[in-house]
């Protein structure tokens, strides 16, 4: 399992989002206009679109924010030009970092995105290093004592997932990135309550990381998270739940 999957779930838990609510709005706006552009406006055709659609209503986003940002995306009306960047690197442990952005400043980006690899102990290097690492997927996270493992396969893997994980506190549910709304639309109608879902990019292997690396490396990944142009971070930690929860608290 992906220490970054793991790391997710537990500051989505905590509620962390809504401590940080305008910054989650800017991001989210980047997102729904950066969609709507290479998409189209219309979200019933627009997968990513609605993806983005749910997280800002998820976070009590006014209609009116959510229909400017799409039409700033369509060229309806007049908004700044974003653009997506991913960026490569490596932190303490030799743990591999895959960054993706959306921004309006490549220059300013990039050079801050490295102050912050520098500050705790890693390096930002060519997207090709690491990127290799990584696979998309579809990462639905359920609360393990709301449901059974049995009662949440029988609709997940109906619906058309691939794999169901024991992932200590909660259940990670995986499919492929085109069927994660179908599986997502099966949980929630029958009433099983999810933490998150999202396409993700899990590492095809893992390092383990421990004492004060495992700390650094949990402050590198909340430092990219709060930069105001990065979407997503993804790591191949593998960091105890015990020492992330402590670390999030």
């Not at 209609?63 to 369509?74: Q, V, W």
């Not at 015990?242 to 608290?249: G, P, Q």
Request: aromatic share 6%; with cysteine; hydrophobic share 35%.
């Amino acid at each position: 399992m992906s220490g970054h999957s793991k790391w997710h779930s537990i500051k989505h838990k905590k509620g962390a989002a809504d401590a940080r609510r305008s910054k989650i709005w800017t991001k989210i706006i980047r997102e729904i206009t950066t969609a709507a552009r290479q998409g189209g406006g219309d979200p019933s055709h627009n997968p990513r679109l609605r993806k983005a659609i749910d997280d800002a209503k998820a976070a009590n986003m006014p209609a009116d924010n959510i229909e400017k940002a799409i039409k700033r995306g369509t060229g309806e009306i007049e908004g700044v030009a974003y653009e997506e960047v991913t960026y490569g690197g490596h932190g303490p442990s030799g743990v591999m970092v895959l960054v993706e952005a959306i921004t309006d400043n490549k220059n300013r980006t990039v050079s801050e995105i490295r102050k912050i690899f520098s500050k705790y102990n890693g390096s930002l290097g060519e997207t090709s290093s690491v990127n290799w690492m990584f696979t998309p997927a579809g990462l639905i996270v359920c609360d393990k004592e709301k449901i059974t493992e049995e009662a949440l396969m029988e609709v997940a893997i109906e619906a058309g997932a691939d794999d169901i994980k024991d992932a200590g506190s909660t259940w990670e549910i995986y499919t492929k990135p085109q069927n994660l709304e179908a599986v997502k639309e099966a949980l929630t109608k029958a009433g099983i309550e999810i933490i998150s879902a999202e396409v993700t990019k899990l590492p095809q292997s893992t390092v383990k990381v421990t004492g004060k690396d495992a700390e650094t490396v949990l402050k590198l990944f909340e430092a990219i998270e709060e930069h105001d142009d990065v979407q997503h971070v993804y790591g191949n930690f593998d960091i105890d739940e015990e020492v992330m929860e402590k670390f999030s608290s």
